[in-house]
T-cell receptor, first 114, second 111 residues
Framework: EPEVTQTPSHQVTQMGQEVILRCVPI?????FYWYRQILGQKVEFLVS????????KSEIFDDQFSVERPDGSNFTLKIRSTKLEDSAMYFC????????????FGPGTRLTVL | QKEVEQDPGPLSVPEGAIVSLNCTYS??????FMWYRQYSRKGPELLMY????GNKEDGRFTAQVDKSSKYISLFIRDSQPSDSATYLC???????????FGAGTTVTVRA
């Protein structure tokens, strides 16, 4: 069964450093999402991406964040200058398209900012 | 008022019991409703998806939606220890597929 994959599973970085989290969505899916989950809190929407541009972003997704689909398979989330409060699980999700289909999530990347 | 409210539990039941989970929401624009299961430090796994009010059954799982009351439920029959996980409700608007999640209910099924 096709699945969303994410790398790395765990990333440790120093405050102020740049990180890139990578996702490979399901191959025929057209819509891509990033969510995050701070430990003990809700899963929160960050950004949606379609046709090589951002469709919508939350207020969390400030200028420190960017997304890119550099080739036909990868979808990346970059945090330019990490802060302690960026420590969270980051989930990538993808959706095929159409009115009633659903999002499938990857296993997540645990980001720890020291 | 929070957009999506879900009692975080925890909920502990004996094996074979019926597990009952629910969420309420405040935004009547929500039209798509999902239940995800999440094991510790893993990604959410889709369990059930519903669009209209009423019941939807899939094996041991039944999802209910009552749009007039802004209330959704998930029932797990004949619960098993492997059902022990956190269950997340999620919902979205028509033509806007970003998901709004509940806080998740942690369920333990005791053997």
């Amino acid at each position: 069964e096709p699945e969303v994959t994410q790398t790395p599973s765990h990333q440790v970085t120093q405050m102020g450093q740049e990180v890139i989290l990578r996702c490979v969505p399901i191959s025929n899916h057209l819509y891509f999402y990033w969510y995050r989950q701070i430990l003990g809190q809700k899963v929160e929407f960050l950004v949606s991406f379609y046709n090589n541009e951002i469709s919508e972003k939350s207020e969390i997704f400030d200028d420190q964040f960017s997304v890119e689909r550099p080739d036909g398979s990868n979808f990346t989330l970059k945090i330019r200058s990490t802060k302690l409060e960026d420590s969270a699980m980051y989930f990538c999700a993808s959706r095929a398209g159409g009115r009633t289909d659903t999002q499938y999530f990857g296993p997540g990347t645990r980001l720890t900012v020291l | 008022q929070k957009e999506v409210e879900q009692d975080p539990g925890p909920l502990s039941v004996p094996e074979g019991a019926i597990v009952s989970l629910n969420c309420t929401y405040s935004n009547s624009a929500f039209q798509y409703f999902m239940w995800y299961r999440q094991y510790s430090r893993k990604g959410p796994e889709l369990l059930m998806y519903t669009y209209s009010s009423g019941n939807k059954e899939d094996g041991r799982f039944t999802a209910q939606v009552d749009k007039s009351s802004k209330y959704i439920s998930l029932f797990i029959r004949d619960s098993q220890p492997s059902d022990s996980a956190t269950y997340l409700c999620a919902m979205s608007r028509i033509n806007d597929y970003k998901l709004s999640f509940g806080a998740g209910t942690t369920v333990t099924v005791r053997a």
